[in-house]
């Protein structure tokens, strides 16, 4: 029944609403998600950053331990080295291999109570008066405590351009009271390795900040940083340092500047140690940077689901009005489909094919008049039933036919066809040519539906054993080859004698031509695929031999020919012929083993021997000719030549022509033997020197 326009349209706004309805679902869901996956994101960051910063918290404490312990080391051990009879060396030796093992160590330096360098792993500062610096006027100040403290020296640039920081221990003289400093100069240059292995991204900074606010070092450098104040209103290091806690995690400025950073500090400030002032490490990231993916996904989902509504709304508009276009078709359709029918039946009278239509649902067959008459039957001889075909196909045929018919219901093939016998009214076999394809599936894919056609080929098929009879008879196989464009091939007809050759059926061949290159000698078969793509490419007969391996049998030589032409679907189709040449070809390696012999032979013999043609050119000589009168492969004269250099008498030459004249005239009008024993012919002289 077809639907009321009323009611179409009342359908198609029901789903302009549900389609809305799913973006907006959709939409909303993308919102949820991205909201989800920022504050995961933000937390994600801030984990990292924190666990960065403690990273190198925990690195910078146990430096600052080992520093700390040296130093007290040299504190213990300095009234000894003092009392040896060698005086310093020694002591400056001992703090040289001190600094070289510790890394970020500079120098290590032991001061008096006036400041003067009395020990130095660099011996040039022995003698100088550091009186002057803070870690000294430090020290002093903190030498009356109980408990000795780790001085950190305001940090300061180096002549060398880098900035340093000094460690430093109160010495306590004999009296108890102040007897000088001991020093450990570091090289923040040497933190620059663990700053950097906390940067997990591109816009990760991390940085070193003495506890009066002074960055000493940062990675990436950047110029003009090194040396600034961080601790001023408003920055986060001072809110860090207000806060009064160990660890702090802000979001805002790290210094006077607009940009926002996530940033982690954490005060480096060990109790045991008790340090004059702290160590502030901070790593941050550009706020901004932390979302960046985010908000990459984020567009990109909103584009996508923009675009997504444009594309189902256009979708949409376009199906419905397909709908619309396809609804107003129907009636015209409807009124079609009788006149297809009539013209279907007509179709069927006047073909000279005979028709079949199988409805497997309902197993039953159609049959047309001109399949009924094909076979010598009336309207009314054959039923509609699957049995009036297969009691008909010949028994030998049966199998091979439900064979072909199944692999096309499975989907294995594109069509059904099968050439085989049926039985006539008067008991006689017709060869059909039976092609078929499922037409009809139901929901479940199962075929319900399956016509074709049959053609009597039986004139063909008769032409065709008349052909196989002739090549029976004749040597060798007659043969059709076709490759494909794509390269594949195979044989579309070949003669029983093929079977002689290859030791493969005809059959065989029909559908893969790879079989017969499988036999082909190794040692011939890229040869002999060249030559046929040379023929495909420039339609040249190909003509050429080969050996051919068969299993359980001798190697054999054979010779084939064809000649090219290319079909119409830009295949290229072989017609030839190919024979055994064993025979043959043995006898013409025998003859070439033969010859090669005779000529060695000619070449050894003791007498010198040399050959001549008609035009006087010596073309053959052998060794003991050369050997005898020395003549090299260019300097062999012609006859004409030879004379008045083997006989350089006038009156002997002249005796000795005539008389070679005169036997070779003997020679060629007998057929006789010379007197020299040699052989002449009109063509050619053998002549020989003993």
Same mark, same amino acid.
């Given at each position: 029944m077809?639907e009321? !326009?009323?009611?179409?349209?009342?359908?198609?706004?029901r789903?302009?609403?549900?389609?809305?309805g799913l973006?907006?679902?959709?939409?909303?869901?993308?919102?949820?998600?991205?909201?989800l996956?920022?504050?995961?994101?933000?937390a994600?960051?801030r984990q990292?950053?924190?666990?960065?910063?403690?990273?190198?918290?925990?690195?910078?404490e146990r430096?600052?331990?080992?520093?700390?312990?040296?130093?007290?080391?040299?504190?213990?051990?300095r009234?000894?080295?003092?009392?040896? !009879?060698e005086?310093?060396?020694?002591?400056?030796?001992?703090?040289?291999?001190?600094?070289?093992a510790?890394?970020?160590?500079?120098?290590l330096?032991?001061?008096?109570?006036?400041?003067?360098?009395?020990?130095?792993?660099r011996?040039?500062?022995?003698?100088e008066?550091?009186?002057?610096?803070?870690y000294?006027?430090?020290?002093r100040r903190?030498?009356s405590?109980?408990?000795?403290?780790?001085i950190?020296?305001a940090?300061m640039?180096?002549v060398?351009?880098?900035?340093a920081?000094?460690?430093?221990?109160?010495v306590?003289a004999?009296?108890?009271?102040?007897?000088g400093?001991v020093?450990?100069?570091?090289?923040?240059?040497?933190?620059?390795?663990?700053?950097?292995?906390?940067?997990?991204a591109?816009?990760?900074?991390?940085?070193?900040v003495?506890?009066?606010?002074?960055?000493?070092?940062r990675?990436?450098?950047?110029?003009?940083? +090194?040396g600034?104040?961080l601790?001023?209103?408003?920055?986060?290091?001072?809110a860090?340092?207000?806060s009064?806690?160990m660890?702090?995690?802000?979001?805002?400025?790290?210094?006077p500047?607009?940009?926002?950073?996530?940033?982690?500090?954490r005060?480096i400030?060990?109790?045991h140690l008790?340090?004059?002032?702290?160590?502030v490490?901070a790593?941050?990231r550009?706020?901004?940077?932390?979302?960046?993916?985010?908000?990459?996904?984020?567009?990109t989902?909103?584009v996508?689901w923009?675009?997504?509504g444009v594309?189902?709304?256009?979708?949409?508009?376009?199906?419905?009005?397909?709908?619309r276009?396809?609804?107003?078709?129907?009636?015209?359709?409807?009124?079609?489909?009788?006149?297809?029918?009539?013209?279907?039946?007509?179709?069927?009278?006047?073909?000279?094919?005979?028709v079949?239509?199988?409805d497997?649902?309902?197993?039953?067959?159609?049959f047309?008049?001109v399949?009924?008459?094909?076979?010598?039957?009336?309207e009314?001889?054959?039923?509609?039933? +699957?049995?009036e075909?297969?009691?008909?196909?010949h028994p030998?045929?049966?199998?091979r036919?439900?064979?072909?018919?199944?692999?096309?219901?499975?989907?294995?093939?594109p069509?059904?066809e099968?050439?085989?016998?049926?039985?006539?009214?008067?008991?006689?076999y017709?060869w059909?040519?039976d092609?078929g394809?499922?037409?009809?599936?139901?929901?479940?894919?199962?075929?319900?539906?399956?016509?074709?056609?049959?053609?009597?080929?039986?004139?063909q098929?008769?032409?065709?054993e008349? +052909?196989?009879?002739?090549?029976?008879n004749v040597?060798?196989?007659?043969?059709q080859?076709?490759r494909?464009?794509?390269g594949r091939?195979?044989?579309?007809y070949a003669s029983?004698g093929?079977q002689?050759i290859?030791?493969?059926?005809?059959?065989?061949?029909?559908v893969?031509?790879?079989?017969?290159?499988?036999?082909?000698?190794?040692?011939?078969?890229q040869a002999?695929?060249?030559?046929?793509?040379?023929?495909?490419?420039?339609?040249?007969l190909?003509?050429?031999?080969y050996?051919?391996?068969?299993?359980?049998e001798r190697?054999?030589?054979?010779?084939?020919?064809?000649?090219?032409?290319?079909?119409?679907?830009?295949?290229?189709l072989?017609?030839g012929?190919?024979?055994?040449?064993?025979?043959?070809?043995?006898?013409?390696?025998?003859?070439?083993e033969t010859?090669?012999?005779?000529?060695h032979?000619?070449?050894?013999?003791p007498?010198?021997?040399?050959?001549?043609?008609?035009?006087?050119?010596?073309?053959f000589?052998?060794?003991?000719?050369?050997d005898?009168f020395?003549?090299?492969?260019?300097e062999?004269?012609?006859?004409?030549q030879?004379?008045?250099?083997?006989y350089p008498?006038p009156?002997?030459?002249?005796?000795v022509?005539?008389?070679?004249?005169?036997d070779l005239?003997?020679a060629?009008?007998?057929?006789?033997?010379?007197r020299?024993?040699n052989?002449?012919?009109?063509?050619a002289?053998?002549?020989?020197?003993?």
């Amino acid at each position: 029944m077809r639907e009321r !326009p009323d009611t179409q349209a009342e359908r198609f706004r029901r789903e302009w609403w549900l389609l809305a309805g799913l973006w907006l679902a959709l939409g909303a869901l993308i919102a949820v998600v991205l909201i989800l996956e920022r504050r995961d994101t933000e937390a994600r960051e801030r984990q990292q950053v924190a666990h960065q910063v403690h990273i190198v918290h925990e690195n910078l404490e146990r430096q600052l331990h080992a520093v700390n312990q040296a130093l007290g080391d040299i504190v213990a051990n300095r009234p000894q080295w003092r009392a040896r !009879p060698e005086g310093a060396l020694p002591f400056n030796e001992r703090l040289r291999a001190f600094s070289d093992a510790m890394t970020g160590v500079r120098t290590l330096t032991v001061l008096d109570a006036e400041g003067t360098v009395v020990a130095s792993s660099r011996s040039e500062l022995l003698g100088e008066n550091l009186a002057y610096r803070d870690y000294f006027q430090s020290a002093r100040r903190l030498a009356s405590r109980e408990q000795p403290s780790l001085i950190v020296s305001a940090p300061m640039r180096t002549v060398l351009g880098v900035w340093a920081i000094t460690l430093s221990r109160p010495v306590p003289a004999e009296d108890g009271l102040f007897g000088g400093v001991v020093t450990a100069t570091l090289d923040p240059e040497e933190f620059k390795t663990l700053l950097d292995s906390v940067r997990y991204a591109p816009d990760v900074e991390s940085t070193l900040v003495h506890g009066d606010g002074v960055r000493f070092l940062r990675v990436p450098e950047r110029a003009g940083l +090194l040396g600034a104040t961080l601790a001023q209103p408003g920055t986060l290091f001072q809110a860090h340092l207000d806060s009064g806690r160990m660890e702090s995690l802000f979001v805002g400025a790290m210094e006077p500047d607009p940009a926002e950073r996530l940033v982690a500090l954490r005060t480096i400030f060990p109790a045991h140690l008790h340090m004059d002032k702290p160590l502030v490490a901070a790593v941050a990231r550009d706020w901004s940077q932390v979302f960046a993916a985010w908000r990459a996904r984020a567009w990109t989902l909103g584009v996508a689901w923009l675009l997504m509504g444009v594309a189902i709304g256009l979708g949409l508009g376009f199906m419905q009005r397909r709908r619309r276009q396809l609804w107003r078709r129907e009636q015209a359709l409807a009124a079609q489909e009788a006149a297809l029918q009539a013209r279907w039946q007509a179709v069927l009278h006047a073909t000279q094919q005979g028709v079949w239509d199988w409805d497997m649902a309902a197993d039953t067959v159609y049959f047309s008049p001109v399949w009924k008459t094909m076979l010598g039957y009336a309207e009314g001889d054959i039923g509609d039933s +699957l049995q009036e075909w297969e009691s008909r196909v010949h028994p030998d045929d049966l199998a091979r036919v439900h064979a072909d018919v199944a692999r096309h219901l499975a989907g294995e093939t594109p069509v059904y066809e099968n050439v085989h016998r049926m039985r006539c009214k008067d008991g006689s076999y017709k060869w059909v040519q039976d092609r078929g394809q499922v037409t009809a599936r139901d929901a479940s894919g199962r075929p319900t539906r399956l016509i074709g056609t049959h053609t009597d080929v039986t004139a063909q098929r008769q032409h065709q054993e008349t +052909l196989d009879r002739l090549a029976e008879n004749v040597p060798g196989a007659l043969y059709q080859y076709q490759r494909e464009p794509d390269g594949r091939s195979h044989f579309p007809y070949a003669s029983p004698g093929v079977q002689d050759i290859y030791g493969l059926p005809p059959q065989a061949l029909c559908v893969d031509a790879e079989q017969v290159f499988a036999r082909i000698h190794p040692d011939d078969l890229q040869a002999l695929r060249e030559s046929v793509l040379a023929s495909a490419q420039t339609l040249e007969l190909w003509r050429t031999e080969y050996r051919v391996l068969v299993p359980g049998e001798r190697e054999r030589w054979v010779s084939g020919q064809a000649r090219p032409a290319r079909t119409a679907s830009g295949a290229v189709l072989w017609h030839g012929y190919i024979h055994d040449v064993t025979l043959a070809k043995q006898q013409a390696l025998q003859l070439q083993e033969t010859e090669r012999l005779l000529r060695h032979l000619m070449q050894e013999m003791p007498i010198g021997l040399c050959m001549i043609d008609a035009a006087g050119v010596i073309y053959f000589r052998n060794r003991r000719f050369m050997d005898l009168f020395g003549y090299t492969e260019a300097e062999v004269p012609t006859l004409g030549q030879w004379w008045p250099r083997a006989y350089p008498d006038p009156h002997y030459r002249e005796q000795v022509i005539a008389a070679w004249n005169a036997d070779l005239a003997q020679a060629g009008a007998q057929g006789a033997r010379s007197r020299t024993g040699n052989t002449a012919s009109p063509t050619a002289t053998a002549g020989c020197i003993r």
